[in-house]
């Protein structure tokens, strides 16, 4: 199968080459292959390849290494990514020492790689394990590592072809991490004598971000003391199916929530522009959060503030009642756990299939998916979560329980990397 994946990986190489020359996204990532950087600064030291697709999963290695760093000092972390938007996002993080995109997937770019990077070990954040970067690794001697690792149901790497190939990948690896005992088992289907349960790292990362300082600390604290004695709804993720119910229901009940914060999934000028035309449509009144941010002595807030930045999500599930997270009616929901963090009960579509999280909450009463993006089931789903005084003691427990996972994992890759 592996010769196959390569053939079929050297056919469609050209075909994405031209079809880049029309899709921006697709010519951002060859732009971000067109070079590799130095990996001087690596050698000679104890350099830790860590590998994530894109911004989510990057926050999972990056709890990783922060904890790797907490125990040894010397250690460099090479931090790789699949999708554009990782670089995007975290290109100016602080804990990667070197940040870059993958190349592509061809054996001997993968062993030109291995051979100038001289990694000790590789650590794979939850499933994007490309069978040349990992079998060449593991054929140069350095222990390859998956953490956070999940396996749907209902998964392609779970039938034919891609669970022939995937198998002889994931047995190549020293040792797979499980978020928990269902995606566990399914990976033992693939590799049976490598998979054990830690546990999710994102639970940490987040919790190591809500801790770090942030740029936005100073405006969060504004609309904190605004937003005291008001419900807010904070809607995250959110794509224009969603964005249009929010709007409906704040419509014909304006005085349910003193504010709403609504950050789309994609932050483009022309998504900001049609999300306050939407609202002024129904006669909502509305601002951008860069609004709130310029005016440092602001007196109203707007029913609606649409955040038109970056990397704020995540601070503001704090300042929520209830919350929304987005991609439930786009096929599969966003990370749920930024809001369980803050103790705030979800409300989300019906796909929540992919989020072994989002299934636990919605198995527990803390998170309800809604069966269509009906502005009716909404203002339903809003009295029900609010009615229960105790889901925020509850969400807080459940996030407690599960911290930890990147400290269970550290030890093993230590051991590794003390027997280099």
Same mark, same amino acid.
């Given at each position: ?17 031209? $079809?880049? !020359?029309?899709?921006?996204? +697709?010519?951002?990532? /060859?732009? =971000? *292959? ?7 600064? #690596? ?105 956070? $690792?999940? !396996?749907?149901?209902?998964? +392609?790497?779970?039938? /034919?072809? =891609? *669970? ?7 047995? #190549? ?128 807030? #707007? ?118």
């Amino acid at each position: 199968m592996l010769w196959l994946y390569t053939a079929a990986l050297c056919l469609s190489y050209p075909l994405l080459r031209l $079809a880049a !020359l029309f899709h921006r996204r +697709l010519a951002e990532n /060859f732009r =971000l *292959r067109a070079s590799w950087p130095d990996f001087s600064p #690596a050698h000679g030291k104890c350099c830790v390849w860590l590998h994530a697709s894109s911004a989510g999963e990057f926050e999972q290695a990056r709890a990783l290494g922060i904890e790797l760093k907490r125990r040894r000092r010397d250690i460099f972390l090479a931090f790789s990514f699949f999708s554009d938007s990782a670089w995007h996002a975290k290109k100016d993080d602080p804990v990667p020492d070197m940040l870059f995109a993958l190349p592509w997937d061809f054996p001997w770019t993968m062993r030109r790689l291995v051979r100038s990077l001289k990694p000790q070990t590789l650590i794979i954040a939850k499933y994007d394990a490309w069978p040349h970067q990992v079998l060449t690794t593991a054929a140069s001697g350095v222990p390859v590592f998956m953490i956070s $690792a999940s !396996l749907s149901k209902n998964s +392609l790497r779970r039938k /034919f072809p =891609l *669970r022939r190939l995937l198998s002889r990948v994931y047995q #190549a690896m020293q040792h797979i991490f499980a978020i928990d005992d269902h995606h566990a088992q399914r990976l033992r289907q693939l590799s049976p004598h490598n998979v054990s349960v830690a546990g999710d790292t994102r639970y940490d990362a987040i919790a190591y971000r809500l801790r770090e300082k942030h740029p936005h600390s100073k405006t969060i604290t504004k609309l904190r003391r605004m937003l005291a004695h008001h419900s807010v709804l904070v809607a995250g993720s959110t794509y224009p199916v969603c964005e249009a119910m929010i709007a409906e229901f704040l419509h014909h009940h304006p005085a349910s929530f003193g504010c709403t914060l609504l950050a789309p999934h994609h932050v483009r000028p022309q998504r900001i522009a049609s999300i306050i035309k939407l609202c002024q449509n129904l006669g909502l009144s509305v601002m951008r959060w860069s609004d709130v941010v310029r005016t440092p002595k602001l007196k109203k807030i #707007a029913q609606v503030i649409v955040v038109d930045a970056l990397g704020v999500l995540p601070y503001l599930y704090p300042l929520a009642k209830v919350a929304y997270v987005g991609g439930g009616f786009s096929g599969s929901v966003h990370s749920v756990i930024e809001p369980a963090i803050a103790g705030v009960p979800v409300i989300t579509g019906p796909a929540i299939q992919n989020s072994a999280e989002a299934e636990e909450l919605a198995a527990n009463g803390l998170l309800l998916p809604l069966a269509e993006a009906s502005a009716a089931q909404f203002a339903v789903a809003r009295a029900k979560l609010l009615a229960n005084p105790l889901l925020r003691r509850k969400l807080k427990a459940y996030f407690q329980q599960r911290l930890g996972a990147s400290r269970k994992i550290v030890h093993t890759i230590l051991d590794a990397l003390n027997q280099k």
